[in-house]
């Protein structure tokens, strides 16, 4: 049995190299649809839905609002310079959705200036590609789908974390065995 949630994003991005409209920068509002497995006994669910959504978010919040550019794109320093002639290229303080900074192998994060690098163009399907890596090592993901406009795309994946739980609320435990939000102790 799966345990299925939904995120919205809000980006802008192009297809730096691409001829056709994708090449002018665009805004898109992202779908992204999280699955996982995984089961507890005690609580008849595999993963509450709204802890789903509070891991994945705490992430993926740096692409909302966000510009999303290739790493060798000329847009990339022509839009940080004009940053950091308004002064906002180390944040502002009405800068308050982000999630902390990342670098992976695929993405760095720069939630200062609402900045996701890639290294490949942001597709649906690179879009897919980023969000696993970010999240394998956190949810049970089984599947991912995103879609964006008329594009969407999805990957299948084997299950490969066995996490500890709450046999109370279902919440991963922490380190030290005790759930973060019931406060059960593992004994």
């Known amino acids: 049995m799966r345990s299925i949630t939904t995120l919205d994003l809000q980006y802008a991005h192009r297809f730096y190299g691409f001829k056709g409209e994708a090449q002018y920068l665009h805004g898109h509002t992202g779908i992204l649809t999280i699955e996982v497995e995984g089961s507890i006994s005690g609580v008849n669910m595999v993963f509450p839905c709204n802890?789903?959504?509070?891991?994945?978010?705490?992430?993926?919040k740096n692409f909302d609002?966000?510009?999303?550019?290739?790493?060798?794109?000329?847009l990339l320093p022509a839009i940080l310079g004009v940053y950091e002639k308004q002064g906002i290229k180390n944040g502002a303080p009405t800068n308050t959705m982000k999630g902390?900074?990342?670098q992976t192998e695929l993405a760095t994060a720069y939630p200062e200036c609402r900045l996701v690098v890639t290294k490949e163009t942001m597709t649906v399907e690179g879009m897919i590609k980023i969000i696993y890596d970010l999240?394998?090592?956190?949810?049970?993901?089984?599947k991912l789908t995103f879609s964006s406009g008329v594009n969407k795309a999805s990957e299948d994946y084997e299950p490969h974390l066995d996490l500890n739980r709450c046999p109370l609320c279902g919440i991963t435990l922490d380190e030290?065995?005790?759930?973060?939000?019931?406060?059960?102790?593992?004994?």
């Open 135 to 142: 999240l394998k090592d956190k949810l049970n993901i089984v």
């Open 65 to 74: 609002h966000a510009l999303i550019l290739r790493e060798d794109d000329p």
């Open 51 to 60: 802890e789903i959504q509070k891991t994945a978010w705490e992430v993926l």
């Open 176 to 187: 030290t065995g005790a759930c973060p939000k019931c406060g059960y102790k593992r004994g």
């Open 100 to 102: 902390p900074a990342f």
